[in-house]
Nanobody, 121 residues
Framework: VQLVESGGGSAQSGGSLRLSCTHS????????MGWYRQAPGKAREGIAG???????YYASSEKGRFTITQDNAKNTIYLQMNSLTPEDTAMYYC?????????????????WGQGTQVTVS
């Protein structure tokens, strides 16, 4: 499975960005996909996950601001990010995994994208 992210860039505080992740290869209906991010000097954190049936999950800190969706016909998941703050500045990664964690993101990852940078000022 290969994952390719796009849509990162720069935004002003209060602005929005939409990230995309297109996958090639087989992802089973029992798996999940999701988004992680890693800010400079910090550990990578899971922020959202989505089951193959479209059921979304969000880490508690991002509920209300971020929306994860998928378009199975395009083999693509999205992360709509609103009300951005400088604290959202990070490298954002797409991942495929096998379960939704207790933290409500896609865990036990089996594939990663290369990441896309988001910078909020």
């Amino acid at each position: 499975v290969q994952l390719v992210e796009s849509g990162g860039g720069s935004a002003q505080s209060g602005g929005s960005l939409r990230l995309s992740c297109t996958h090639s290869g087989y992802i089973s209906s029992r798996q999940c996909m999701g988004w992680y991010r890693q800010a400079p000097g910090k550990a990578r954190e899971g922020i959202a996950g989505i089951r193959r049936n479209g059921e979304p999950y969000y880490a508690s800190s991002e509920k209300g601001r971020f929306t994860i969706t998928q378009d199975n016909a395009k083999n693509t998941i999205y992360l709509q990010m609103n009300s951005l703050t400088p604290e959202d500045t990070a490298m954002y990664y797409c991942a495929a995994g096998t379960r939704i964690s207790v933290g409500d993101y896609c865990d036990d990852t089996t594939a990663w994208g290369q990441g896309t940078q988001v910078t909020v000022s």
